[in-house]
């Protein structure tokens, strides 16, 4: 069985979770989302002093080979995780933890 756990949060979750608006999974890869699971987890090995506190990257609705550089801030961060807090971290653990069970039970029954 494979899963990722980015298909197990719901609109709902997302929408508290990014109140002015989820900028879709592309951008979100160690933003938010991620940031906030490890200050829910492991909150003593994110240094929030280091979170840029930029635009999200505005990527066309193309490729190109090889990427263009400055298609990615000089950071690389495409989406900031500025927002992150352990709340919102907790919140969606507590969710994926549920849903993910539940999916892994189903499928194994």
Do not use: C, N
């Amino acid at each position: 069985m494979r899963l990722e756990y980015w298909d197990f949060l719901t609109a709902a979750t997302l929408a508290d979770v990014f109140p002015d608006g989820f900028p879709g999974f592309a951008l979100e890869h160690a933003a938010v989302i991620e940031t906030s699971l490890m200050l829910h987890y492991h909150p003593s090995l994110v240094r929030t002093d280091l979170i840029p506190d930029e635009p999200p990257a505005d990527f066309p609705p193309y490729d190109l080979y090889p990427t263009p550089k400055d298609w990615v801030p000089p950071s690389g961060v495409l989406s900031s995780a500025k927002g992150a807090s352990a709340e919102k971290g907790q919140r969606m653990a507590h969710e994926l933890a549920q849903r993910m069970a539940a999916a892994v039970a189903r499928a194994l029954r």
